[in-house]
């Protein structure tokens, strides 16, 4: 069982930055950031394997950015120029072998899940 505990998360106007971080107790093949507004289902948005392949849903592309520090095991995402619509619940998610890289923004694919971090942006 890996336990996945996130942190970051917090309010800022429309334009700023935040960085969230997620801490994995054991190994990871893929790892991913998901976000689930009020009312909407669950988005992949960001996923990265063990070979530093990334993918990003097209909403967040080429404002946010995923990394992992494997010293440290911790999952990264750097959230730039954010706007309202970015406001949701983020998770951190983990799966402990290779997954296709077209099924990875599905989250029935991943067996650990971080608890949450809010993000909120105002406009």
């Known amino acids: 069982q890996v336990q996945l505990v996130e942190s970051g998360g917090g309010s800022v106007q429309a334009g700023g930055s935040l960085r969230l971080s997620c801490v994995a107790s054991g190994y990871t093949a893929v790892m991913a950031w998901f976000r689930q507004a009020p009312g909407k289902e669950r988005e992949g948005i960001a996923t990265i394997d063990n070979g530093e392949t990334t993918s990003y849903a097209d909403s967040v592309k080429g404002r946010f950015t995923i990394s992992k520090d494997y010293t440290k095991n911790t999952l990264y995402l750097e959230m730039n120029s954010l706007k309202p619509e970015d406001t949701a619940m983020y998770y951190c998610?983990?799966?402990?072998?290779?997954?296709?890289?077209?099924?990875?923004?599905?989250?029935?694919?991943?067996?650990?899940w971080g608890q949450g971090t809010q993000v909120t942006v105002s406009s």
């Open positions: 998610a983990a799966a402990p072998w290779y997954l296709l890289v077209g099924s990875r923004k599905d989250p029935s694919n991943y067996n650990y």
